[in-house]
């Protein structure tokens, strides 16, 4: 587990380390939540296809009924998914701001 760096001269060298391990964890973050996003509408097609398919050929109703199951799952997994998801990245922001409000203090920029 990495500690925050208490000394602050140690924090202003290691500045930009800490500057792109807050952006690429909060890329990541972002990243997870379009992916929970892109399951979700999938989902909404799937449920939005479904009947035509069933029209169309009734004889693949089991095909569905298990690719819906998939679906649901993957669905439910991303509603699970998505408030700790929302709240990392709002931590990372607030964490972003702080650290450019210290290096601001210190008339540094990266």
Same mark, same amino acid.
């Given at each position: 587990?990495? %500690?925050? $760096? !208490?000394?602050?001269? +140690?924090? %202003? @060298?290691?500045?930009?380390e800490e500057h792109h391990q807050l952006?690429?964890?909060l890329r990541y973050?972002?990243?997870s939540l379009l992916y929970c996003a892109g399951i979700s509408m999938g989902f909404y097609l799937y449920l939005l296809i &479904?009947?035509? $398919? +069933? @029209? @169309?050929?009734?004889?693949?109703g089991n095909v569905l009924i298990a690719l819906?199951? +998939?679906w649901g799952v993957g669905f439910f !997994?991303? %509603?699970v998914m998505v408030?700790?998801?929302c709240f990392k990245i709002l931590k990372y922001k607030k964490l972003q701001q702080e650290h450019e409000a210290f290096l601001k203090?210190?008339?540094? &920029? %990266?």
């Open positions: 587990m990495n %500690l925050p $760096i !208490c000394d602050e001269n +140690l924090r %202003l @060298i290691f500045a930009s952006e690429e964890s973050h972002m990243n &479904c009947p035509v $398919i +069933l @029209i @169309i050929w009734p004889m693949v819906g199951f +998939l !997994c991303c %509603l408030v700790p998801i203090r210190y008339n540094r &920029c %990266l």
